[in-house]
């Protein structure tokens, strides 16, 4: 693991798995790798910020890279994620929308910045299970993974935003093997390489107020960024 610095601004990048990790991305950066899953994924990014902030190296914002699946994108294509869902929360048997954390006073859909001019946006779903054929109409967005909202749940905690990069490794067909999700990642570390090229280009030329998003509904950007009130 290694903090970039572009310009004024450090980032700390953080992939899933070291197979979507290529010659690409490895020119480039260094990345923390937390392993897959929403559980994996918030624990050791806590754990790596909480580390850096003891030391007084916090970074500025978490980079995310990774794949992901998507029915209707670009095969091999990368997305900047606009928005995030939790589609494994649901405690609509209580009155809560689905999606929507019991108590937690935040929406069920957190926006996302979206930085780099030439690179499209995407809505981005998060869940601990990987999405095959059918399951996909259930899911209201574009692109499924499984750690950004929670990547973005220990970021918040921070009080530090999060750019999340994906790159379609499958969903055009049924699932039959773990081949269909490989076979396609040696694109993705390419097209994603790019990608954090126009971050870097930005970044180094705005820094971060090219991260303005905007506010989560009654909220300003600060206070959607800020630790959470209740933990």
Not at 12 to 40: F, K, N, Q, S, W
Not at 169 to 195: I, P
């Amino acid at each position: 693991m290694r903090l970039e610095r572009y310009g004024a601004v450090t980032v700390l990048p953080v992939m899933a798995a070291p197979a979507e990790y290529g010659e690409h991305l490895r020119a480039r950066i260094d990345p923390l790798m937390t392993g897959i899953g929403p559980v994996e994924g918030a624990v050791a990014l806590t754990a790596a910020l909480a580390r850096l902030e003891a030391r007084g190296e916090a970074p500025d914002l978490i980079l995310s890279l990774g794949s992901c699946g998507s029915r209707v994108l670009d095969h091999a294509a990368v997305y900047q994620a606009s928005s995030v869902a939790y589609r494994d929360m649901d405690a609509s048997a209580l009155g809560f929308e689905k999606g929507v954390t019991p108590l937690l006073d935040m929406p069920a859909v957190l926006p996302l910045p979206c930085p780099i001019p030439d690179v499209p946006t995407a809505r981005l779903s998060t869940g601990g299970n990987v999405v095959s054929g059918a399951a996909y109409d259930a899911i209201d967005a574009e692109m499924v993974d499984m750690e950004t909202w929670a990547l973005v749940r220990a970021a918040q905690t921070f009080g530090l935003p999060l750019v999340a990069l994906r790159g379609v490794s499958d969903g055009k067909a049924e699932l039959t093997g773990l081949h269909d999700w490989t076979s396609t990642l040696h694109l993705v570390d390419e097209n994603l390489a790019q990608a954090v090229d126009g971050l870097i280009a930005v970044l180094t030329d705005h820094g971060l107020s090219a991260l303005e998003i905007p506010a989560l509904q009654g909220q300003t950007l600060a206070q959607s960024l800020a630790p959470d009130s209740t933990s």
